[in-house]
């Protein structure tokens, strides 16, 4: 394999500004003729349910599906996967949960409230989702991690059903990620995919039932109907490649820093892998390392076209720069492989997720360090944080006026109400005035 020369910018250089919004530059348009086709298939499921969907299902999955209760995999088939699987696999299952569940109960939201001085109490309270529907890829994009990263969060929030979708061409199940649905508590799994099954959990059919959020990645196709039917339930976010910035002080072995760019490059040809160093001997020390790792991977093509097309080399004069760098990109993961990542870390205003230290890999997160994996993309992490147990809760306002409290309030509200032309609020509240 010839080597290749991925691209290096400076923030020395007059054009840095321009050059780095180019390379961040994802393109989002929306594709009308998909677009088009997702709505015929969300009106198609909204008003022919279980017949729209087995339709969608036997000719996008070649299948042979008659009847609807075909759909459900009993739980019976995900407990038999977990049973059968290999022990390391098993072992390795099992720990990523544990890890997943344990960081999950940290993030738990709780009610509160307080009294005011005249009796009035304010406050907050907590409730779980009644349900929530998980799109799982199926075929080859098949994740077992994805499915506890989704599942044990929901489960930890307390949602009332969780509901799997995963597609299965020709029939064809993937064991690991049934026996993670089994590990991590999914109360139902459908084998439906695209379009039709994000259709399916947002309006219900006669058998699948409808569900108060949709979460999981998909394809372009899962996306658009994820977008299209938020408001009528609700969404974890909108996925964009994956990505990875690397920030490194040019004391790690440079083997490392590429592979862990490979780790993110290898998903796809759209992925982007960034580096950032003050040291520019040590990014000509990782380009050689990417040409000479690169013979090894077995998913070369796709890292080389990810690097050629979206990854890039760039020198900062210091790592302050280099953290005002990463801030602008706001990337979905942050390694801070430098000798005092606590400190440059105090720097950090948006990252999806921040992996601390040399020994630190982003692959850890992907699997088993815990945190979840599910993390804003396309510089989102400016406004938006990874998904967890509160994205499954919902908060409601506790007022309960004491009659002093309404006598007090109710001057006000008048007040403002009738300044708003707004009679009624104004009178509503004076009833209770003393």
């Keep these: 394999m010839p080597e290749f020369t991925i691209k290096k910018l400076s923030t020395q250089s007059p054009g840095f500004s321009q050059q780095l919004q180019q390379l961040l530059a994802w393109d989002e348009t929306d594709d009308l003729d998909i677009q088009q086709r997702v709505l015929a298939i969300l009106a198609d499921v909204r008003k022919n349910g279980d017949k729209a969907v087995i339709n969608y299902t036997n000719r996008f999955d070649h299948r042979t599906i008659s009847n609807a209760s075909e759909l459900e995999l009993p739980k019976a088939i995900l407990k038999a996967a977990w049973k059968n699987l290999p022990v390391e696999q098993a072992n390795a299952l099992q720990t ?8 999950a109960e940290h993030q738990k939201i709780e009610s509160w409230q307080y009294v005011e001085a005249n009796g009035t109490v304010l406050g907050q309270k907590i409730t779980p989702l009644d349900s929530v529907g998980l799109y799982v890829p199926g075929g080859k994009a098949a994740y077992p991690s994805s499915v506890l990263m989704n599942a044990i969060p929901a489960k930890v929030a307390g949602v009332g059903e969780l509901i799997m979708v995963v597609p299965t061409p020709h029939g064809e199940t993937n064991e690991l ?37 949709i979460v999981g990645p998909g394809n372009i196709y899962v996306a658009t109907a994820k977008k299209l039917v938020f408001g009528q339930v609700g969404i974890d976010m909108i996925a964009g490649p994956s990505e990875i910035l690397i920030i490194c002080d ?47 991977m077995e998913r070369a093509d796709i890292i080389k076209a990810s690097l ?29 492989s430098v000798a005092d990542p606590e400190a440059l870390c105090d720097k950090i205003r948006h990252a999806g997720a921040i992996f601390l230290g040399r020994y630190t890999a982003e692959a850890l997160g992907d699997y088993c360090a815990g945190p979840n994996h599910v993390l804003p993309t396309s510089s989102t992490a400016r406004f938006s ?10 908060r409601s306002s506790l007022i309960n006026c ?10 006000t509200a008048s007040i403002l109400a009738r300044g708003e032309s707004l009679t009624a609020h104004a009178r509503s509240a004076e009833y209770r005035i003393n």
């Design 96 to 103: 990523a949960a544990e890890r997943i569940r344990a960081y």
């Design 177 to 213: 990620v049934l026996a993670a649905a089994y590990l991590a508590g999914v109360d139902k799994v459908f084998s439906i995919g695209g379009a039709q099954a994000v259709a399916a959990l947002a309006y219900g059919t006669q058998t699948i039932p409808a569900v108060a959020k």
């Design 250 to 296: 040019g004391k790690t072995n440079p083997d490392w820093i590429a592979m862990d760019m490979f780790s993110q490059a290898e998903h796809d040809e759209n992925a982007q892998a960034i580096l950032i160093s003050d040291d520019a001997n040590f990014l000509a020390a990782v380009e050689q390392s990417i040409n000479k790792l690169l013979l090894e």
């Design 308 to 336: 050629a097309a979206r990854g890039a080399f760039i020198k900062v004069e210091h790592l302050d720069q280099a953290a005002d760098v990463a801030n602008r990109i706001a990337p979905e993961h942050l390694e801070l």
């Design 385 to 394: 944080s990874p998904l967890g147990v509160y994205d499954f809760q919902k």
């Design 402 to 411: 004491s009659a002093a409290g309404a006598a007090m309030l109710g001057q």
